[in-house]
């Protein structure tokens, strides 16, 4: 087996680029020791991880490894005991095909796209907020707050108590750098809100997504109230640091690239979609796909993973991967063939991009277009990122502008 090619080191952490190279070509299926101790295989080439993550013996139940699952230490802390993890991003068929049928009523691209104009107005409304300054953290002034109050307004969580959510977030977000225990301590809050909230509306229904989530029927089945409980905190866990991470690493990637920043300026109507896409696709949100483990004995790049192991397949390293990719660590705004992994793939393909995509898309071009000479106010090697295991994002974006 080769060598362990400095994993989870603070270097590899702000560029992990170079180590996924050399894990593709020398060990493309590694078993190697996660930061917090747990033994798991990570998937490096494209074809393997398009592969493995559609492969149904590849579980999304935790309790197919009994190392991760006796040490609590995969998955959010404290979903599991709360009742609230019993999510599509924990469950197999049949379980998952049910309740991704339901929230599928719910959820349609129709719905996210409806939500456009909000989306812009918050965006202008954050970006008012700091424009007067000359200066601004794009994580804590605009990437973080943008898709809480996306998400929270979506549900239909009344807009006196989205400052509650936003101070969860910040719990959970801090948790690359803290401890577990603030996580566990925001999901538990999360929780116990929002089961109060759909208790709420069940008896006075809105057009928000809860309301849908509660109406939503098939063959004339509806989501009990744990159900969309659980349904609502896996929409807000799984579509709050996702997107932070897509305008914070988006925008980092074009303050590096100036030229592509500028064709990007000059011509934003044309080249927005697929630009979001490239940068999905060249410092993706989603380093590790979520948890997965072998119910049997399952061969993956001609390996054989025993039964019984977490798995995480490498997003980041597959959207880099030269049999897949040409210039596979060339950024190119305007690439038309770009079937990134992003989003994952097969039955658990994240049912938020929509909206994920035009949250990017708006943030992005409203704020080259208002703040035009935006730049960085360090320099990108001094940077930190936050060193969480599943995403990858910057822990601060400070730049200056001219005041507007
Ligand atoms: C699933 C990425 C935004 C809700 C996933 C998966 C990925 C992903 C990779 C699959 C995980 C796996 O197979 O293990 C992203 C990225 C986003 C984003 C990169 C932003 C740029 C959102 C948003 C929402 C959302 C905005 C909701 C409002 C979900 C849900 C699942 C999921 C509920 C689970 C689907 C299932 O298991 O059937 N996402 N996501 N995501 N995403 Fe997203």
């Keep these: 087996m080769a060598d362990d090619p400095g994993l989870f080191t603070r270097e590899f952490v702000a560029d992990p680029y170079p180590a996924y190279a050399y894990l593709r070509e020398h060990a493309p299926v590694h078993r190697t020791t996660l930061p917090s101790g747990v033994e798991a295989w990570l998937v490096t080439r494209y074809a393997d991880a398009r592969q493995a993550l559609a492969d149904q013996r590849l579980s999304k139940n935790p309790r197919h490894s009994e190392q991760a699952w006796k040490q609590g230490k995969v998955g959010v802390p404290g979903e599991q005991r709360s009742g609230i993890g019993a ?58 707050p943008l898709p809480i109050y996306a998400v929270c307004d979506l549900l239909g969580v009344p807009e006196e108590d989205q400052a509650d959510f936003r101070t969860w977030a910040g719990m959970m977000i801090r948790h690359g750098a803290g401890p577990r225990g603030g996580v566990a301590r925001a999901v538990r809050h999360m929780q116990g809100y929002l089961k109060e909230l759909i208790h709420r509306k069940r008896g006075d229904l809105g057009d928000d997504l809860i309301s849908g989530l509660i109406r939503a029927s098939d063959h004339g089945e509806h989501l009990t109230e744990d159900e969309a409980a659980a349904m609502a905190f896996i929409l807000l866990f799984a579509g709050f640091e996702t997107t932070v991470n897509l305008i914070g690493n988006g925008l980092l990637t074009l303050l590096t690239h100036p030229e592509a920043r500028a064709r990007l300026q000059d011509e934003p109507d044309l080249r927005v979609a697929a630009a979001i896409e490239e940068l999905l696709r060249f410092d993706g949100p989603v380093e590790l796909a979520t948890w997965r483990f072998t119910t049997c004995d399952t061969p993956v790049g001609g390996v054989v993973i025993p039964a019984g192991e977490p798995v995480l397949v490498v997003l980041a390293s597959a959207d880099r991967d030269p049999r897949r990719f040409a210039d596979a660590d060339t950024l190119d705004l305007a690439r038309s063939d770009n079937p990134h992994l992003a989003f994952g793939h097969g039955i658990h393909y994240c049912i938020g991009a929509p909206l994920a995509r035009l949250e990017g898309q708006i943030a992005v071009t409203t704020l080259l277009r208002r703040l035009p000479d935006l730049e960085l106010a360090e320099p990108a090697a001094e940077l930190r990122w936050r060193g969480g295991l599943i995403m990858r994002g910057l822990q601060r974006l400070p730049v200056r502008f001219t005041p507007s």
Aim: aromatic share 8%; net charge negative.
């Design 87 to 144: 999510h599509l991003l924990n469950l197999d068929p049949p379980d998952h095909t049910r309740l991704r049928r339901l929230v599928s009523k719910a959820f349609t691209p129709r719905r996210a796209e409806e939500f456009r104009p909000r989306v812009q107005e918050l965006t202008d409304r954050l970006i008012d907020g700091f424009a007067a300054a000359g200066e601004a953290d794009l994580i804590h002034d605009f990437a973080f």
